[in-house]
């Protein structure tokens, strides 16, 4: 898969290779690389799960359902999937353009590589090996729209522009591919490393092979500090969820059963 961005002056944003804000203008799913499917949603107790398969890899697929740019600030275990950094909603994060997609298929290394995502166990998880186990089994996207700029009409441009000609608006750039977007660029931020708590052993992120992704830089201003929606997706095994009732158990309940007292109908030979 490549990814294809372009890099510009003033704020940057990274472009790479997907739920919904107000409205939900963003749709997510992930998608299992290796078994080639969508992972089903459970909703439970109001939010999102999905069973992920220990070994197997994965990515975050965004949609952008709105005609303008959105930036997605991503998180793995809660770990900012661009930076590494134990994450926060102000730091850089992915661009989509309008009505565009985005696959975020791993850590990224490069502007040109990731170390895919897989599940694993939790202290195979790259939020564990680096110290920070507290917030494994749970992918996040903040999301952000993008200020917009409106000229202020002064008198004089106002008669100016009545006595020209009409000329033909400035075409907008054609959106990247499918499996393009941009990564905006970090606020200061001042997070702190998580504690360290005992867990029970649950699956988490690991950082796998590395893969080609390419991705450049972009100019992206927030229209607020404060994302416009915030989605969580959580992921454990599947037993684990069946255990903790989010995906429901097969009804094992076996009905009594009256012993027949004829089960057969002739006598067989010894």
Same mark, same amino acid.
């Given at each position: 898969? +490549?990814? *294809?961005? @372009?890099?510009?002056?003033?704020?940057?944003? *990274?472009?790479?290779?997907?739920?919904?804000?107000?409205?939900?203008?963003?749709?997510?799913?992930?998608?299992?690389?290796?078994?080639?499917?969508?992972?089903?949603?459970?909703?439970?107790?109001?939010?999102?799960?999905?069973?992920?398969?220990?070994?197997?890899?994965?990515?975050?697929?965004?949609?952008?359902?709105?005609?303008?740019?959105? !930036?997605?600030?991503?998180?793995?275990?809660?770990?900012?999937?661009?930076?590494?950094?134990?994450?926060?909603?102000?730091?850089?994060?992915?661009? !989509?353009?309008?009505?565009?997609?985005?696959?975020?298929?791993?850590?990224?290394?490069?502007? /040109?590589? &990731?170390?895919?995502?897989?599940?694993? /166990? *939790?202290?195979?998880?790259?939020?564990?090996?680096?110290?920070?186990? $507290?917030?494994?089994?749970?992918?996040?996207?903040?999301?952000?729209?993008?200020?917009?700029?409106?000229?202020?009409?002064?008198?004089?441009? /106002?008669?100016?522009?009545?006595?020209?000609?009409?000329?033909?608006?400035?075409?907008?750039?054609? /959106?990247?591919?499918?499996?393009?977007?941009?990564?905006?660029?970090?606020?200061?931020?001042?997070?702190?490393?998580?504690?360290?708590?005992?867990?029970?052993?649950?699956?988490?992120?690991?950082?796998?092979?590395?893969?080609? +992704?390419?991705? @450049?830089?972009?100019?992206?201003?927030?229209? +607020?500090?404060?994302?416009?929606?915030?989605?969580?997706?959580?992921?454990? +095994?599947?037993?684990?969820? %069946?255990?903790?009732? %989010?995906?429901?158990?097969?009804?094992?309940?076996?009905?009594?059963?009256?012993?027949?007292? =004829?089960?057969?109908? =002739? &006598?067989? $030979?010894?």
């Amino acid at each position: 898969m +490549s990814h *294809l961005a @372009t890099l510009a002056a003033a704020c940057l944003a *990274l472009l790479c290779p997907l739920t919904a804000l107000a409205g939900q203008p963003v749709n997510v799913e992930i998608y299992d690389r290796t078994a080639g499917q969508v992972l089903p949603v459970y909703w439970h107790d109001g939010e999102r799960h999905v069973a992920g398969e220990p070994g197997h890899e994965y990515e975050i697929r965004i949609r952008n359902r709105e005609h303008s740019r959105v !930036l997605a600030v991503t998180s793995v275990d809660g770990v900012n999937v661009i930076t590494g950094r134990t994450a926060a909603p102000d730091q850089g994060g992915y661009v !989509l353009d309008p009505r565009g997609r985005l696959e975020i298929d791993g850590w990224r290394k490069t502007m /040109s590589e &990731v170390a895919a995502f897989y599940f694993t /166990s *939790l202290p195979d998880s790259y939020a564990a090996r680096t110290g920070r186990p $507290d917030n494994v089994g749970v992918i996040g996207i903040a999301l952000f729209r993008e200020r917009v700029a409106y000229p202020v009409m002064r008198e004089q441009d /106002s008669l100016a522009a009545a006595d020209a000609e009409p000329r033909d608006a400035p075409s907008l750039p054609e /959106s990247r591919s499918a499996q393009g977007a941009a990564a905006a660029p970090e606020r200061e931020s001042s997070g702190g490393m998580l504690g360290k708590l005992q867990r029970d052993e649950r699956l988490g992120t690991g950082h796998g092979q590395r893969r080609d +992704s390419g991705a @450049t830089y972009t100019h992206f201003e927030r229209a +607020s500090d404060q994302p416009d929606a915030v989605i969580r997706i959580f992921y454990d +095994s599947r037993r684990n969820l %069946v255990a903790h009732g %989010v995906i429901p158990q097969p009804d094992r309940r076996t009905a009594s059963r009256t012993p027949d007292p =004829f089960p057969g109908c =002739f &006598v067989p $030979d010894p």
